[in-house]
């Protein structure tokens, strides 16, 4: 057997039997899916690599590449774009998280048949504006008011999208009673004793957790699949109706909460987190600027789980749809900003590099032809793992 097949199988051992094949499925479509898929491949041979130069640490995401910026409606009801995806977050060198995102823009803009000479020139950008960001000392946030091009059309198409759209596409309507729909491929029937369990736990969260919507109630659950390196993880979906005001609904997301990928690699003290899934939000609430609607923690049947609104409006930009290489500049200018704004917004706090540090950093710039080579010596590697996995997997 390979080393690759070997990593890739002990890796996802843990997840469920039944959901590997699809995740395998879901990597298979191209380079760029295979990367999002195998974070866990990503740091590990970064650590076994030469060493980037020196860097402060930092409040990471921990798997940030061009799909994992999107937007979200935060608590306050107000659309932002930013940072979206905190389950491999983790205290690191700041340089894991750009080393991370400008891999993903020369795997990316391959796949989307940009030449290289764009990609280069966009991993320069990005690199340019994170640094000019963190040499500022001043966090930004994007939302309808302050946004540009491409990303305010974004952001004002999603500030317009409304749950009407989003439960006739995940719902049914049967005996004059409104279900999550199993038509759905994303949707899975969840056996009986396990969905009457979910629903009364969701019940239970709703009535005592500070975080929950009052006045409402779960009146339908499913298995839900989503993402591509969370493939596998125990996910459902509820559809909750409200106790006081007809006609209202509202979907919420609980994902499983698994340790981050990242940390049999990088040798930094973490936080002692009460759960997993309490170092997803802990980091997030400190990383974006407001936090997402309804966020919060749970623990089913011993699993630590995450719990948020599935929002109409919560979308990442579809890439391969943008042509134009002026929106694509904003779009990368845009991603820079908000990697160093959400470094800044978080530093300082329990181990990440001050401030004054990180300002440091950002002045620097001697580092970033270090991260843009080896983002794309490892672009070339992800290929070849690419390569061999569907010869492996599919081919073998």
């Given at each position: 057997?390979?080393?690759?097949?070997?990593?890739?199988?002990?890796?996802?051992?843990?997840?469920?039997?039944?959901?590997?094949?699809?995740?395998?499925?879901?990597?298979?479509?191209?380079?760029?899916?295979?990367?999002?898929?195998?974070?866990?491949?990503?740091?590990?041979?970064?650590?076994?690599?030469?060493?980037?130069?020196?860097?402060?640490?930092?409040?990471?995401?921990?798997?940030?590449?061009?799909?994992?910026?999107?937007?979200?409606?935060?608590?306050?009801?107000?659309?932002?774009?930013?940072?979206?995806?905190?389950?491999?977050?983790?205290?690191?060198?700041?340089?894991?998280?750009?080393?991370?995102?400008?891999?993903?823009?020369?795997?990316?803009?391959?796949?989307?048949?940009?030449?290289?000479?764009?990609?280069?020139?966009?991993?320069?950008?990005?690199?340019?504006?994170?640094?000019?960001?963190?040499?500022?000392?001043?966090?930004?946030?994007?939302?309808?008011?302050?946004?540009?091009?491409?990303?305010?059309?974004?952001?004002?198409?999603?500030?317009?999208?409304?749950?009407?759209?989003?439960?006739?596409?995940?719902?049914?309507?049967?005996?004059?009673?409104?279900?999550?729909?199993?038509?759905?491929?994303?949707?899975?029937?969840?056996?009986?004793?396990?969905?009457?369990?979910?629903?009364?736990?969701?019940?239970?969260?709703?009535?005592?957790?500070?975080?929950?919507?009052?006045?409402?109630?779960?009146?339908?659950?499913?298995?839900?699949?989503?993402?591509?390196?969370?493939?596998?993880?125990?996910?459902y979906l509820f559809l909750l109706k409200s106790t006081?005001?007809?006609?209202?609904?509202?979907?919420?997301?609980?994902?499983?909460?698994?340790?981050?990928?990242?940390?049999?690699?990088?040798?930094?003290?973490?936080?002692?987190?009460?759960s997993e899934a309490s170092r997803v939000i802990g980091?997030?609430?400190?990383?974006?600027?407001?936090?997402?609607?309804?966020?919060?923690?749970?623990?089913?049947?011993?699993?630590?789980?995450?719990?948020?609104?599935?929002?109409?409006?919560?979308?990442?930009?579809?890439?391969?749809?943008?042509?134009?290489?002026?929106?694509?500049?904003?779009?990368?200018?845009?991603?820079?900003?908000?990697?160093?704004?959400?470094?800044?917004?978080?530093?300082?706090?329990?181990?990440?590099?001050?401030?004054?540090?990180?300002?440091?950093?950002?002045?620097?710039?001697?580092?970033?032809?270090?991260?843009?080579?080896?983002?794309?010596?490892?672009?070339?590697?992800?290929?070849?793992?690419?390569?061999?996995?569907?010869?492996?997997?599919?081919?073998?």
């Amino acid at each position: 057997m390979s080393d690759l097949y070997n990593r890739l199988t002990a890796f996802n051992a843990a997840l469920l039997p039944e959901k590997v094949q699809l995740k395998y499925e879901a990597m298979a479509e191209n380079p760029f899916r295979f990367f999002r898929g195998t974070c866990h491949l990503f740091y590990q041979d970064l650590a076994a690599a030469k060493p980037l130069p020196l860097s402060p640490l930092a409040w990471i995401c921990g798997d940030l590449h061009i799909e994992n910026f999107g937007s979200y409606k935060g608590d306050n009801k107000l659309v932002y774009f930013d940072l979206n995806d905190f389950d491999e977050a983790v205290l690191a060198p700041a340089s894991y998280e750009v080393v991370r995102m400008v891999t993903s823009i020369f795997i990316a803009f391959e796949h989307l048949k940009f030449e290289p000479a764009k990609a280069i020139k966009m991993a320069q950008l990005y690199l340019k504006t994170y640094s000019t960001t963190l040499a500022r000392g001043k966090a930004i946030s994007i939302e309808p008011r302050t946004a540009k091009g491409i990303v305010c059309d974004f952001l004002n198409s999603a500030t317009k999208s409304g749950y009407k759209e989003l439960l006739k596409k995940r719902t049914v309507s049967k005996k004059k009673t409104i279900m999550l729909s199993l038509e759905d491929e994303r949707h899975f029937k969840l056996d009986k004793k396990l969905r009457h369990e979910l629903k009364a736990h969701i019940n239970e969260w709703v009535k005592t957790s500070n975080d929950g919507p009052y006045n409402y109630e779960a009146i339908s659950a499913v298995f839900r699949l989503a993402g591509t390196g969370s493939i596998g993880v125990k996910r459902y979906l509820f559809l909750l109706k409200s106790t006081n005001t007809r006609s209202r609904y509202l979907l919420l997301d609980m994902k499983q909460a698994r340790p981050s990928s990242l940390l049999p690699y990088i040798h930094v003290q973490q936080l002692q987190w009460e759960s997993e899934a309490s170092r997803v939000i802990g980091v997030q609430q400190r990383m974006q600027n407001v936090s997402a609607a309804l966020l919060s923690t749970t623990v089913f049947r011993g699993d630590s789980f995450i719990i948020q609104e599935l929002q109409p409006v919560k979308d990442t930009i579809k890439f391969k749809l943008l042509k134009d290489y002026r929106d694509m500049y904003q779009v990368i200018d845009d991603m820079g900003a908000l990697t160093g704004s959400a470094q800044l917004r978080s530093g300082g706090m329990q181990g990440s590099g001050t401030i004054d540090e990180l300002m440091a950093f950002g002045n620097d710039q001697s580092w970033q032809e270090a991260v843009i080579d080896y983002a794309s010596a490892y672009a070339e590697k992800t290929k070849k793992y690419y390569k061999e996995f569907l010869k492996r997997f599919y081919l073998g």
